[in-house]
């Protein structure tokens, strides 16, 4: 199978639990999918128009005042693509990120510094799992029953699974780079 464009397929797939409009889509990327996706706001208009004309998705007119708001609908062909590409390998996750660019070229700063970024990554990982830990209690008391459900729940977990193996690093970090003492007051 031919690669796919996953902004596209992101998109699919949250018109394939109902019609939106762009700006609902939007939400849903913020609300639903934030966790462990990150779609550029500036992309999802251009992919909408890009899977009407490839009549992957039909769109209707919205009434209302000022300009004009479609109604994005995924069409049977759409749906075809999207469950074809779900169902094959993922592409290799590919990693990028500048916390571990900046430790990897570490002995060019103070070691204090490291630090603080250390810390402050263990605090922040710490605070997105308890925001998951809510999201997860708050699915599994109000929303257990949507087919979905069970899909969302394990996305929710590795998000809550990963942020804990993020702060336990940082506080490994910490002690391997001698720092568990040095700017305690930091975090």
Request: charged fraction near 30%.
């Given at each position: 199978m031919a690669r796919?464009?996953?902004?596209?397929?992101?998109?699919m797939g949250l018109l394939a639990m109902g019609a939106?409009?762009?700006y609902d889509v939007r939400k849903d990327c913020e609300e639903k999918l934030s966790h462990f996706w990150s779609e550029s706001y500036g992309q999802i208009y251009p992919v909408l128009r890009a899977l009407h004309e490839r009549g992957w998705v039909?769109?209707?007119?919205?009434?209302?005042?000022?300009?004009?708001?479609?109604?994005?609908?995924?069409t049977d062909e759409g749906?075809?693509?999207?469950?074809?590409?779900i169902a094959a390998p993922p592409q290799p996750l590919r990693v990028r990120d500048e916390l571990l660019l900046k430790l990897f070229l570490g002995r060019l700063v103070d070691r204090k510094d490291?630090?603080?970024?250390l810390r402050a990554h263990?605090?922040?990982?710490?605070?997105?799992?308890?925001g998951l830990l809510?999201?997860?209690e708050m699915m599994k008391a109000g929303r257990s029953d949507l087919p979905d459900a069970p899909f969302w729940l394990v996305t929710v977990d590795f998000g809550i699974r990963s942020l804990e193996a993020q702060a336990e690093w940082a506080h490994a970090s910490l002690k391997a780079l001698g720092l568990e003492e040095v700017g305690e007051e930091d975090g």
């Open positions: 796919k464009n996953t902004s596209e397929m992101a998109v939106r409009t762009g039909d769109r209707e007119p919205v009434a209302g005042g000022g300009p004009t708001r479609y109604e994005h609908q995924l749906l075809a693509a999207l469950q074809e590409w490291l630090g603080v970024l263990a605090k922040r990982a710490g605070a997105r799992r308890d809510a999201i997860r």
